[in-house]
């Protein structure tokens, strides 16, 4: 065997193994900034969520009150009913 073919057969078996190790790596570190990502946009979300909370609470504390505004509206309506049939 010539050193040529030797050296040839030695190096790409090594490039094989640094290929694939090197392949590897890019991929888990792909999945790590996409991992980031995600968890920056859950982040994010949460935060929208959060800041829109008090907002909601208010508009659901005035549509309660019109609620019953229009509850006992109702009520005094029935009684007129109730009294002229």
Do not use: H, W
Request: proline share 1%; net charge neutral; glycine share 4%.
């Amino acid at each position: 065997m010539s050193e040529f073919v030797y050296f040839t057969t030695l190096c790409l078996m090594l490039g094989t193994v640094l290929l694939v190790f090197g392949m590897r790596y890019l991929s888990a570190a792909t999945q790590a900034r996409a991992r980031v990502a995600s968890e920056n946009s859950y982040r994010q979300l949460a935060e929208a969520a959060a800041a829109a909370q008090p907002g909601t609470a208010t508009a659901l504390a005035s549509i309660q009150s019109t609620l019953a505004d229009v509850d006992t509206r109702l009520a005094a309506v029935e009684k007129v009913l109730r009294d002229v049939g």
